[in-house]
């Protein structure tokens, strides 16, 4: 097992963290390069108000983890804001991002959907880095499998129901793979979607299947009745993303 963190002189590092440091600045630095093309000042990116879409997205990431796994925390409430041992929700991690973006494009006066097609392909590549995190943390895996790709999962974080297996399906590579192949086609589409909003609209498509398709293996996500919640997101992501890439301009 690769250990959650190491330590250098007297300092700790946690690997999740640093896993999501290098996803934030592999995205900033693809923004950044791309942000003229969208007719947006490339100096914005090393604005302090960028901290805006970090924080939020780490405070909605953290929101959505811990009711999600409230059972848990309602026991460890001291464990809310141990982010440093991971946990967080994608889903809240996005919206505390968009929030975050919105403040930006309203203060800087910059077209909000502009900016959100700017990023979006940066956002799903640091989300594919992301699920790295997963692996480091033992979570977002799916049921006990023999194929040889199958990784092997810490019985304190198995359902009791599999508590007797050893390997299973690594379904946060599954959706890491399918987002870095959504990357590309963003990258492909960008230039040739020109009403604003469509390459964001595109990018909530693509995230909105590659979720779905890594769903139907993971065992670990909340549901409403026998619904994954995950599933309910990403319908609403796939109907709202189809719209934006429809739409016509006025």
């Known amino acids: 097992m690769i250990p959650n963190s190491f330590p250098i002189g007297p300092l700790t590092i946690h690997i999740y963290g640093l896993i999501i440091a290098i996803a934030i600045l592999l995205g900033w630095t693809i923004a950044k390069k791309r942000a003229l093309s969208y007719k947006i000042k490339a100096d914005l990116f090393d604005d302090p108000l960028l901290l805006l879409p970090f924080i939020f997205g780490i405070v909605g990431g953290r929101l959505y983890h ?7 925390y309602s026991q460890n409430p001291n464990q809310i804001f141990a982010i440093t041992n991971g946990g967080l929700g994608i889903f809240g991690a996005l919206a505390g991002v968009f929030i975050g973006f919105w403040f930006v494009a309203k203060i800087k006066k910059v077209d909000f959907l502009k900016l959100l097609d700017l990023i979006s392909p940066a956002l799903i590549l640091g989300q594919a880095i ?7 943390n ?6 006990p499998t023999n194929l040889p790709w199958g990784v092997a999962i810490d019985p304190a974080h198995r359902p009791g129901q599999y508590l007797f297996s050893t390997h299973f399906h690594p379904t946060f590579f599954y959706e890491a793979i399918l987002e870095v192949l959504a990357f590309i086609v963003l990258i492909k589409m960008s230039s040739k ?3 604003p909003g469509q390459t964001f609209g ?13 769903e139907y293996w993971r065992i670990d996500t909340a549901k409403i009745g026998e619904i994954k919640v995950a599933y309910i997101l990403a319908f609403l992501s796939l109907i709202f993303g189809i719209y934006l890439v429809k739409r016509r301009e006025n």
């Open 66 to 72: 811990v009711i999600d796994k409230w059972d848990f």
């Open 130 to 136: 992301g699920r790295i995190g997963n692996f480091i």
């Open 138 to 143: 033992q979570e977002g895996f799916g049921p």
């Open 193 to 195: 979607l020109k009403l």
């Open 202 to 214: 595109l990018y909530l498509v693509l995230y909105a299947l590659s979720r779905a398709v890594a």
